[in-house]
Every structure is written in C-alpha cells, then in structure tokens.
C-alpha cells in the first residue's frame, strides 16, 4: 500500500480545542484519573505513546508497517472470532494488516484460541469497562494510517482492504467510513445514521420508520435501501464497522469510554465532523453482521441511558429535556401498546423508562466520576486549577 496519503493528508482541525470541553477533562477531585489519561493520550496525542496505554491494557508486538490496524473486542466471543479473522486476513489485498484482538475480561480462552490458530493476530488484554474502553486499549496500541473498529460477529463478505483504503485516499477529507453491512438472512442493515435529535426521536416514538413519507427529519436510520450501494455522506454510522483516519482520531479523540455501551458512535462522528473532517458511506465492501436480534431488555435499558448521555453532553439544557422526554415517550408508548405482545419487548421498554428517569441504576456499571452529569462546568473548572 502506498504511503503517499501522507503528502496529501489535509490540516489538523485544532486538536487541542477538545482540552477546555469540560466533559473530557476530569474534575481535580477524580478518584482514579482514568479517563484524563486515555483522553489527554488520545488529544495529544495518543497513539504514539501506545507502550502507556491505559492502566488495565497489556499489549503484544505489533506489526512497524501496517497499512491497517484492526481492532476487534471479544468478551467471551471467542466462537465468533473463529469465523471473522480468516475472511480478515482473506481480504486484505495489497493492504498490510495489523490485526488486534482485545481479550476484554474473557473467561472463554480467547487469547489461547487468538495465540494458538491465527498467529498473525496479536492479543491485547482489557479490563471489561465497556465498549469504547475496549477499542481503546486496542487503538492505543496501534501506529497504522488507519484504524478499523469491527465487531467480532462479523465476516468480510466482498472487496478488500485495500480497495477501501484506496477509497479512502481518494477522498483524504474522510475522516470516518463505514461500509455495507448484511444480516444473516441477507437483507441490508440500515447503517447509515443521522444524528439524534427531538424530532426523530418523537418521529420514531410514533412509528415514523412504517409512514410512507420517508422524512429524514423523523427517523435516525436511512431505509431507503438504494442508496446503500452509492458512496455518499452521512452523520454517523454504526459501531459495529467503523473505518477511522488516524489523523482524524488525533484531532477529535479516540472513543469516549463513559459510554459504556452504545451512542459512542454517534458521538465520534460528531466529535469528527466538529473537527472538521466528514463521514462518508462506502460502498467497497459488504460484511456480514450477525447481531442479536432477540430483545434483550438491558440493552434497550442501556441504550436509553446511553442516549440521555448522549443529550447531557452535546445539547443544551432545554434542548436536551425534550429530547429525553422524545426518547421516553417512545418507551412508553412500547410498553403500553396492546399490539406489543411479546411480554419482553414491554419488559425492555418499563426498564428503560425507569433507567431514563434515574429510578433504576444503568444496566452494566455507573460511569466514571468525570461523567457524570453537570458535574462541572468549564468556569468552575477552571477556578478551581
């Protein structure tokens, strides 16, 4: 792979800016400091100083020449690393891979498996505090132009890595990619995004995804299924493939590891698309994604603390009471409907209503101190320094 994407590479968009968001930098007061340590390491910046990392990652040797770092986490997933990492390598065309494997607490021998049959792959070992912690301890290891952040139930169905790195280099104001993703019955994820906001939250709280008007303004997720064969600009796309720029995750910062599940990716993207790169669907590679398609109520409950995460962090106070009272009246409306017969679905949707209004604790773990909501503003921040 050529390396001439450094000559052209476009301006970093002030990274530095990210330091005065009170919400990244941590109070005085934290009482472990981790996430100032993966946040300032990731703004100023991070990946070069990968032999620190984070206090709970041990990393292994890693490739000096990778074209690709590949990032993907297993939490006792090691029956899916199985299936993905030989269509990794597969499809790695003329692109030089440095695959990583983030043993994330895992009780499944993962590593043993990862170390014993693909000794391409190198492990990296995680403490499990999340999703984002995770891909963290991975990234942070990694030198690579670019970075991959792929689930493990997935499989590489069609193109190369390097055909979409070369898609990438053809457009070097693309700061994060994702690609076409297919479920196990082949059907076309809608992976294509649009940012939060009230009006698709109470769009989709009222069915809008089943209105014949397709409105943007009403729905987060795009279902008009031909465009995924077209490359084209987008908010943000799903976690579970997400090609990143280097030099895009030095300028707004690795994922944010208070959330510990879900709404990351919407997060990076904005936090991207603020710095001053764009998003970008691409077309030059289909993936499988199993998924769990069964309803799981903590994650429904994850997901809508996740969301009110997401809303304390990037909107206004106002602002951000609506659109978590938009996102609760989508969990009620669920949970009172006759037509919700299956017993779970209505079990997820009281949790998650509960969840969102602070009656119940967040599913998996509290977030860290320093994220706490309104916990500290800029100007007491900084008083206080």
């Not at 390491?41 to 690709?68: F, V």
């Not at 499944?108 to 999703?131: C, I, K, L, Q, Y």
């Not at 940012?195 to 709280?205: K, N």
């Not at 009471?321 to 997820?348: N, T």
């Amino acid at each position: 792979m050529s390396t001439a994407w450094s000559a052209r590479r476009p301006q970093l968009r002030d990274p530095v800016r990210y330091l005065d968001d009170p919400l990244v930098r941590p109070a005085k007061d934290s009482p472990d400091g981790h996430v100032w340590r993966i946040s300032a390491k990731l703004i100023l910046p991070p990946m070069l100083h990968s032999d620190q990392g984070t206090t709970t990652a041990a990393r292994t040797e890693r490739p000096s020449t990778a074209d690709l770092a590949v990032i993907t986490v297993s939490t006792n997933e090691a029956h899916w690393l199985r299936r993905a990492l030989p269509t990794i390598f597969e499809h790695a065309g003329d692109a030089k891979l440095d695959v990583v494997v983030v043993d994330n607490s895992s009780t499944d021998g993962t590593r043993e498996m990862v170390e014993s049959e693909f000794p391409n792959a190198r492990v990296v070992t995680s403490e499990n505090h999340g999703f984002g912690h995770a891909n963290n301890c991975g990234a942070i290891t990694c030198d690579a132009p670019y970075v991959l952040f792929l689930n493990p139930d997935t499989e590489i169905l069609e193109g190369t890595f390097g055909q979409l790195l070369a898609a990438m280099e053809r457009e070097p104001e693309v700061g994060l990619a994702g690609v076409i993703q297919l479920a196990g019955d082949g059907t076309t994820i809608p992976t294509i995004r649009y940012f939060p906001s009230v009006s698709r939250s109470l769009g989709e709280a009222f069915g809008s995804e089943l209105w014949p008007l397709r409105a943007r303004w009403a729905r987060e997720r795009e279902l008009d299924m031909t465009r995924y064969t077209l490359e084209l600009d987008c908010d943000w796309t799903s976690g579970s493939f997400m090609l990143a720029r280097r030099e895009a995750l030095l300028a707004a910062g690795l994922l944010d590891e208070r959330f510990f599940l879900q709404c990351e990716e919407p997060d990076l993207c904005l936090r991207i698309k603020r710095a001053g790169w764009r998003v970008r669907h691409l077309p030059s590679m289909t993936i499988l994604h199993y998924g769990k398609p069964e309803v799981n109520p903590r994650m429904v409950a994850q997901e809508a603390y996740a969301r009110r995460q997401y809303a304390e962090k990037h909107f206004g106070k106002a602002y951000g009471s609506a659109y978590v009272a938009a996102v609760g009246a989508g969990h009620l409306a669920r949970a009172l409907s006759p037509r919700a017969r299956d017993g779970r679905k209505r079990e997820a949707a009281r949790l998650a209503l509960r969840t969102l209004t602070g009656r119940t604790a967040p599913p998996f773990v509290a977030p860290p101190q320093t994220a706490l909501p309104r916990l500290r503003t800029a100007t007491n921040h900084q008083a206080s320094t």
